[in-house]
């Protein structure tokens, strides 16, 4: 196969996974060359030895648009392992004498911004024999990177129950209904520029009960940052992080008072087989001590 002519032939798979990904993302051809600092040539010529090793084709390309083909959005999950797992390796391989374990950890962006970018400076703290890894990925993809053990503890809102999984609730996330408009009572902030942002099930439920007469929303969204960038832009009202709303400048936005607040479970999940179970619960008992808003 064309691979085996290559030296470095695990080196220069990731390589081509790598590419893969790029021109997925950003659906050009020119514009992933850009980002990996490659001719377009070099691109083009990576993309066509990926697919006769794999002996399927994974772009339709037409001009001004490249989708993936079926083979394509399977390989896609596969190609990110490879590229994690890679990296993970490669890390634990370099290790600092003093460290003795990696400890890889996986949440939404919205959680690392609103509750546990500041718990990691004291996790170093306390435990400076750990490499610490973070990285961000959707509620979906964590589940998958815990079970293939390609991180080791991940922090989720409502997780699903899985054998071998062990789910711990460490927090809560408070919700308070916001708005630009000061003084605004919740049956006016939920009629007239209202952003509607998902927080999941409980939430949709909690919500549905308590403005059960909500028109449509001008915006809806499951990404608290849109809904925040909306607000300073137009002005409105949304049920945000208490977090988020104490980082505005005074002035700018406002609690509706009147409206009901909502707290959503944080929990860490870690796989039952975990290499130290003695580690853990104590990285995870640190975690519940460290304030919670």
């Known amino acids: 196969m064309p691979r085996q002519k290559h030296g470095r032939y695990g080196i220069m798979d990731i390589e081509l996974f790598r590419t893969f990904l790029e021109v997925n993302k950003t659906r050009h051809f020119g514009k992933a060359s850009e980002n990996l600092y490659l001719t377009q ?3 083009s010529a990576r993309v066509k030895l990926l697919e006769e090793s794999l ?3 994974l772009f339709l390309r037409a001009r001004n648009n490249i989708q993936l083909t079926p083979e394509g959005e399977r390989l896609v999950p596969h190609a990110e392992t490879m590229l994690l797992a ?6 634990e391989v370099a290790l600092k004498q003093e460290q003795q374990l990696q400890l890889s950890l996986g949440t939404t962006a919205g959680l690392w911004r609103f509750t546990l970018q500041d718990k990691l400076p004291r996790l170093h703290d306390s435990f400076p024999e750990l490499a610490l890894r973070a990285d961000a990925h959707s509620a979906e993809e964590l589940v998958r990177l815990l079970q293939e053990g390609l991180i080791d503890l991940a922090f989720l809102y409502e997780p699903a129950s899985l054998p071998n999984i062990v789910a711990t609730p460490i927090g809560k996330l408070k919700l308070v209904m916001a708005s630009t408009r000061e003084g605004l009572k919740a049956k006016e902030a939920v009629k007239n520029g209202y952003v509607y942002v998902d ?3 409980a939430f949709g439920i909690f919500h549905g009960k308590r403005f059960p007469d909500t028109q449509p929303p001008v915006l809806h969204t499951n990404m608290a940052s849109i809904a925040e960038a909306y607000l300073a832009e137009h002005g409105g009202s949304a049920y945000l992080p208490e977090t988020v709303i104490e980082q505005w400048q005074a002035g700018d936005i406002y609690r509706v008072a009147d409206a009901p607040g909502f707290s959503r479970d944080i929990f860490a999940v870690y796989r039952s087989n975990f290499s130290r179970p003695d580690l853990l619960p104590e990285i995870i008992e640190l975690l519940k001590r460290q304030p919670w808003r």
Do not use: K, P
């Open 41 to 43: 040539a070099a691109v």
């Open 55 to 57: 002996g399927v084709t």
């Open 86 to 91: 890679w990296s993970r390796a490669r890390q």
């Open 199 to 201: 927080w999941g099930t």
